[in-house]
């Protein structure tokens, strides 16, 4: 028989993760499904709900209707509790979100900046949030490839990246969980989460997705398998634009020489044929400022005569990025109210 012996505090705490990871999937949940998703004992269910009650962590909403026997009480988040602070960053523009415990976004503002100089925009909108909230996780969502507390950006005309320190700084100065992740990857995150409310017998957990990102310059991709994003070994997963093409080029290039329709079109086809060729997902989104709508159609008509029907991809459509965006930097800082604790059992 496998066994788990650990301190008791953090055996504690890794319940209590487990415990608000159902009430935060389900929205609300009683005693007795959450015993019974989690596998935690009835009674210590039971005592550690007591403790978020007395907390006020949760608060109890009412009691099923009986089935028979003795109705169950049934708990959610306290709406009022706790909160997280997104930033999304994109281009000339730069958005704040106030975000519920469950990722529910309950404000938005649109923050002035200057250049790349993001941090005392952001800096000014948390400090003046928390001043009437408690926020308890911060999430930054870049323009560029992340690593770790800090992010890589292009300066200007060069193809020389810069190193911006963002994250880090702001861990020193707020002293909170934050989260930091490429825009473009919240994007696809977000969108998947909103295609799977929209039908709810898709399973993010379980997303199989590429979402490509189209502007006149650049073609670039958020790659989801099995609902984890890909980043690749240096984080630079998804950079589709610096694919070396035969001619000596590379498709950000090739893009911008795709004058007309037919020519664009085909060079789609193309890209979407390499990633189903090499991720097979279930779905390929595109989006992006300046995506031609027009020939979506001929797109997934030239695309399904491509590649036989096991290796094809569905082509969906994203028709607002900043909203996807949203949602999937919402869903990550929201992810960071608490910090978690698991216990991963080791394959021999």
Same mark, same amino acid.
């Given at each position: 028989?496998d066994?788990?012996t650990?301190?008791?505090?953090?055996?504690?705490?890794a319940?209590?993760?487990?415990i608000?990871?159902?009430?935060k999937?389900?929205?609300?949940a009683?005693?007795?499904?959450?015993?019974?998703?989690?596998?935690?004992?009835s009674?210590?269910?039971?005592?550690?709900?007591?403790?978020?009650?007395?907390?006020?962590?949760?608060?109890?909403i009412g009691y099923?209707?009986?089935?028979?026997?003795?109705?169950?009480e049934?708990y959610?988040?306290k709406?009022d509790?706790?909160?997280?602070a997104?930033?999304?960053?994109s281009?000339?523009?730069?958005?704040?979100?106030?975000?519920?415990?469950?990722?529910?976004?309950?404000?938005?503002?649109?923050?002035?900046?200057?250049g790349?100089?993001?941090e005392p925009?952001?800096?000014?909108?948390l400090?003046?949030?928390?001043?009437?909230?408690?926020?308890?996780?911060?999430?930054?969502g870049? $323009?560029?490839?992340?690593? &770790?507390g800090?992010?890589?950006?292009?300066s /200007?005309? @060069?193809?020389? !990246?810069? =190193?911006h320190?963002?994250g880090?700084?702001?861990?020193?100065?707020?002293?909170?969980?934050?989260?930091?992740e490429?825009?473009?990857?919240?994007?696809?995150?977000?969108?998947?989460?909103?295609?799977?409310?929209?039908?709810?017998?898709?399973?993010?957990d379980?997303?199989?997705?590429?979402y490509?990102h189209?502007?006149?310059?650049?073609?670039s991709a958020?790659?989801?398998?099995?609902?984890?994003?890909?980043r690749?070994?240096?984080?630079?997963?998804?950079?589709?634009g610096?694919?070396?093409?035969?001619?000596?080029?590379?498709?950000?290039?090739?893009?911008?020489?795709?004058?007309?329709?037919?020519?664009?079109?085909?060079l789609?086809?193309?890209?979407?044929?390499?990633?189903?060729?090499?991720?097979?997902?279930q779905?390929v989104?595109?989006?992006? $400022?300046?995506?031609?709508? &027009?020939?979506?159609g001929?797109?997934?008509? /030239?695309? @399904?005569?491509l !590649?036989? =029907?096991?290796?094809?991809?569905e082509?969906?459509?994203s028709?607002?990025?900043?909203?996807?965006?949203?949602?999937?930097?919402a869903?990550?800082?929201?992810g960071?109210?608490?910090?978690?604790v698991?216990?991963?059992?080791?394959?021999?």
């Amino acid at each position: 028989m496998d066994t788990l012996t650990a301190r008791p505090r953090l055996l504690k705490q890794a319940n209590l993760s487990l415990i608000r990871r159902v009430i935060k999937n389900r929205g609300t949940a009683t005693r007795a499904e959450i015993a019974g998703e989690t596998q935690i004992s009835s009674t210590t269910v039971r005592s550690l709900l007591a403790e978020m009650m007395e907390n006020g962590e949760i608060e109890s909403i009412g009691y099923d209707e009986s089935s028979g026997g003795r109705k169950a009480e049934r708990y959610r988040f306290k709406p009022d509790k706790y909160y997280g602070a997104a930033v999304c960053i994109s281009g000339s523009e730069m958005h704040g979100l106030l975000v519920g415990i469950c990722g529910e976004i309950l404000e938005t503002c649109r923050l002035e900046f200057t250049g790349d100089d993001y941090e005392p925009a952001i800096t000014a909108y948390l400090d003046e949030l928390m001043t009437r909230k408690d926020i308890k996780s911060i999430g930054i969502g870049v $323009p560029g490839i992340v690593e &770790d507390g800090s992010f890589w950006k292009g300066s /200007g005309s @060069s193809d020389e !990246l810069c =190193r911006h320190d963002l994250g880090d700084r702001l861990a020193g100065r707020y002293h909170i969980p934050i989260v930091m992740e490429n825009d473009l990857n919240a994007t696809a995150i977000g969108f998947g989460r909103c295609y799977a409310r929209e039908f709810p017998c898709e399973a993010p957990d379980l997303t199989n997705m590429a979402y490509l990102h189209l502007e006149k310059t650049c073609v670039s991709a958020g790659f989801i398998v099995g609902g984890r994003v890909v980043r690749g070994f240096r984080n630079f997963a998804g950079e589709l634009g610096l694919v070396p093409m035969e001619d000596g080029r590379i498709l950000d290039e090739w893009l911008m020489e795709a004058a007309d329709d037919k020519a664009y079109t085909n060079l789609i086809i193309r890209i979407i044929g390499w990633i189903c060729g090499i991720l097979n997902p279930q779905y390929v989104v595109l989006g992006g $400022p300046d995506l031609r709508k &027009d020939c979506i159609g001929p797109i997934s008509d /030239g695309f @399904s005569a491509l !590649l036989p =029907r096991h290796m094809s991809a569905e082509i969906l459509y994203s028709a607002d990025l900043w909203h996807d965006y949203h949602d999937g930097m919402a869903y990550l800082t929201a992810g960071k109210i608490f910090d978690d604790v698991q216990f991963i059992k080791e394959q021999p």
